[in-house]
């Protein structure tokens, strides 16, 4: 499952790889891509398995180490998966822990307790939304995330939420939201 972002006339390559353990965690990654979208960040995503389907995990990371600038792993239960996909490559891994069994907490401690040298970002439990804006925050240093105005694109978010904070209190004058 591919996805290209479409800007003016130019298709743009992934800059993230979105990998996920199964498809019964897809509904998740919809959360996180949902808000990608939003930020105009260009995304791939492949169900792989560490535990079941590790060649095949093994060519799509191959293959996303030639386009992506960042992962975002998701799994539940014994989620060994975002530490795998660290295992091989440099560039930064986030981890979302999805609540299948143990309200999340078996997977949140298999991604969270990755040894030293290998480290993964751990969100919290089901934090797919939180993957993505911390994903656009790595990316927003780069060059193609420069391209993409992401730094402005996040504080223009963030400045968006304290407005609606101000205004759900009826307090003045509301702080400007800045355009990107
Ligand atoms: P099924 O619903 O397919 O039985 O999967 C998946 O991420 C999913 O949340 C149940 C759960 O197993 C997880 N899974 C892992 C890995 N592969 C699948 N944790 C892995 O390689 O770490």
Redo the contacts with the bound molecule.
Sequence with gaps: MACTVTLGSATMEPLVGII??????LPHVAECTEVLDDFGVPHRIAVA????SPDFLEKIVEEMEKQVEVYIA????????PG?VASKTVKPVIGVP?S?SLSGLD?LLSIVQMPPGVPVGAMAIDGAKNAAIFATGILATTERGKALKLGDKLTQMRAKRAAEDYAASEEEPAPDVPTV
């Design positions: 996920v353990g199964s498809k019964s965690d398995s560490a535990h079941r998701f799994a539940g239960m014994a989620a060994h998966l795998v999805i299948v997977a």
